[in-house]
């Protein structure tokens, strides 16, 4: 089955200045990749995702990369904000969208003032 | 704007004794997804319905968890017994044609 690794576990970043997180997938069958955002004590939301054909995706301040020979996604957030603190997923899938979803073990995103 | 809704928010039980959860998707949602985060984890997927029928069950523990979404609208989980590795993050969500999941706010459940 599908293995999704995220790092960092935890990352603190000045109020202002750029956070990036990266996740790995082991099934080279995936073509679906979102991130989900949780804030403490309610369901993930998703934030933005990116499909197999398309290398990069931009949303404001939130950009996703895709690089599928490496099997490697990366989030990226600039000017970031108080509320941008939370924990962040990465997912992937090889259904095309929400079927199949396999996780990895979440960020803990902290914007310090 | 439409939400999964989730009931209880909270439930603490003893070991060995039932527990219910439930699940009210977005409406017109024919794809609803039971999953399970364990704190510090990404959430894993316990059952996967569509309509009223399951479409993937293979990992939930089938001795002591059912599932059912008997109209194909609301669904519960059911732990019986629970145990005390079934503390976790319940949650819920939806999906009009799997292109997105929302997820609902979940159901803390400690068992002790």
């Known amino acids: 089955g599908e293995n999704v690794e995220q790092h960092p576990s935890t990352l603190s970043v000045q109020e202002g200045d750029s956070a990036v997180i990266k996740c790995t997938y082991s099934?080279?069958?995936?073509?679906?990749f979102p991130w989900y955002k949780q804030e403490l004590g309610k369901g993930p939301q998703l934030i933005i995702d990116i499909r197999s054909n398309v290398g990069e995706k931009k949303d404001q301040r939130i950009a996703v990369t895709l690089n599928k020979t490496a099997k490697h996604f990366s989030l990226h957030i600039t000017e970031t904000q108080p509320e941008d603190s939370a924990v962040y997923f990465c997912?992937?899938?090889?259904?095309?969208?929400?079927?199949?979803?396999?996780f990895g073990k979440g960020t803990h995103l902290i914007i310090q003032p | 704007e439409a939400e999964v809704a989730q009931s209880p928010r909270y439930k603490i039980t003893e070991k060995s004794q039932a527990v219910a959860f439930w699940c009210d998707p977005i409406s017109g949602h024919a794809t609803l997804y039971w999953y399970r985060q364990i704190l510090g984890q990404g959430p894993e997927l316990l059952v996967q319905f569509q309509d009223e029928s399951v479409v993937d069950d293979s990992q939930l523990p089938k001795d002591r968890f059912s599932a059912e979404r008997l109209k194909g609208v609301d669904s519960t989980l059911k732990i019986q017994p629970a145990e005390l590795g079934d503390s976790a993050m319940y949650l819920c969500?939806?999906?009009?044609?799997?292109?997105?999941?929302?997820f609902g706010q979940g159901t803390r459940l400690t068992v002790v």
């Open positions: 997912a992937a899938s090889s259904g095309g969208g929400a079927d199949g979803l396999t």
């Open positions: 969500a939806s999906s009009l044609d799997v292109s997105e999941a929302f």
């Open positions: 099934d080279s069958a995936s073509n679906y």
